[in-house]
């Protein structure tokens, strides 16, 4: 399915998915407190299970085919990583891929993660899903599942994914999801391919009965380096997070915006043009979360076990075939790296918004080799109000 991730149940539980870090919120204009955050409280771990899929998509991180891939955990293994996680705190795990549905444990994988009391959601391209599926799916405890719709009619889905019928499989998935009673939210991936129909997306996924709508900016890392040349400019980058900020307030879905940090100065600048504090009670968990979540209140695990500060950022922060979670967690020099904004380099080290947004690390790290180095889709000057 890609590195898409759904989150679950209320406003960040309606994108629990993305939901806070322990940042606190500070006006820009105030003194910047650059130290290292104190409390990095996991909240969201995205776990590739398996990167056998039933589909190819050309932007999918995982170079995805049937396999088998030599060398993914064992159900074994995966169970003991899933008690080393409640260890350390009770984030949101996300069951992704690949295709997680074609790992046969997946099931007894999330259940335990239940009985662990761990939030349990799934990312897939439900194209698999059966009646009988959906209902193991509720009987294990999970609680959302994301599906990613990348355009606005069928011929747009599928040229963007390269797998006819792919638009078609999502929808016939959606439908059950809906008869099954579980809740689900739209994955959309902006690149030039789609860009111009964004507002049509979210008016299908209002349509088909979505809780959420997230945007993925793209990240051309892996097999979506092949995408390069879709990945929209910095300009429009900031056009369509301005129009997503706008839509918070026209549309009954949770918007949020992944892989797109710029978003929560965005939000704060728009904010301020308003009149408005950004606050718990004005903005909900939007007011509490930043932009950049890698290796500060989010982690990625990799079908080997490998641990990433985010799925397109592929640092080895640790290796869990032979490290705790635990200590790969609170120990990895990459981690605590990207916990010290002090660290940060370029115009994101001077920002007055480093704080609430981060820069892309995986961007950064593709364009300069340095996951410290400054956001190279960020239009914004330091200190222009």
């Not at 998509?57 to 060398?71: L, T």
């Not at 001077?350 to 080799?369: N, P, V």
Request: glycine share 10%.
């Amino acid at each position: 399915m890609s590195n898409q991730h759904p989150a679950p149940s209320i406003h960040h539980p309606a994108s629990p998915l993305n939901s806070g870090s322990s940042t606190s919120v500070q006006h820009p204009r105030e003194t910047r407190d650059l130290r290292p955050a104190s409390r990095n409280q996991l909240r969201l771990v995205a776990w590739e299970l398996t990167r056998r899929c039933n589909l190819n998509c050309v932007h999918c991180r995982a170079g995805s085919e049937r396999g088998p891939y030599p060398g993914e955990l064992s159900t074994a293994k995966c169970l003991e990583i899933l008690g080393q996680i409640r260890e350390v705190g009770q984030p949101i795990v996300i069951l992704t891929g690949g295709e997680p549905l074609l790992r046969e444990d997946i099931f007894e994988l999330a259940l335990r993660g239940t009985e662990l009391g761990l939030r349990m959601v799934m990312a897939t391209n439900g194209t698999l899903l059966t009646p009988e599926m959906i209902g193991r799916m509720k009987a294990s405890g999970i609680k959302r599942v994301s599906i990613s719709i990348d355009g606005a009619d069928e011929k747009q889905h599928d040229e963007f994914r390269k797998v006819p019928g792919a638009f078609k499989g999502a929808l016939d998935g959606i439908e059950l999801l809906k008869s099954g009673g579980l809740e689900f939210q739209i994955n959309t991936t902006v690149t030039r391919h789609n860009i111009g129909n964004i507002e049509k997306i979210l008016d299908l996924s209002e349509g088909l009965g979505a809780v959420a709508h997230h945007l993925f900016l793209l990240v051309p890392t892996g097999r979506a380096k092949e995408m390069v040349n879709q990945e929209i400019d910095a300009r429009e980058y900031e056009q369509v997070l301005k129009w997503f900020y706008q839509m918070r307030d026209k549309t009954p879905l949770h918007l949020k915006a992944t892989c797109a940090p710029h978003y929560y100065r965005i939000l704060r600048q728009e904010a301020r043009k308003r009149g408005e504090k950004v606050s718990f009670e004005t903005y909900g968990l939007d007011a509490m979360t930043r932009g950049c979540l890698g290796g500060t209140s989010f982690c990625f695990i990799s079908n080997q076990g490998v641990v990433q500060p985010c799925g397109y950022l592929e640092l080895n922060c640790g290796d869990l075939r032979t490290d705790t979670f635990q200590s790969v967690w609170l120990k990895s020099e990459n981690f605590n790296q990207l916990r010290d904004f002090s660290a940060y380099k370029g115009k994101c080290g001077r920002c007055e918004y480093l704080k609430f947004c981060g820069g892309c690390r995986a961007r950064a790290f593709e364009a300069t080799g340095d996951f410290l180095a400054e956001e190279p889709l960020c239009a914004y000057q330091p200190g222009k109000k």
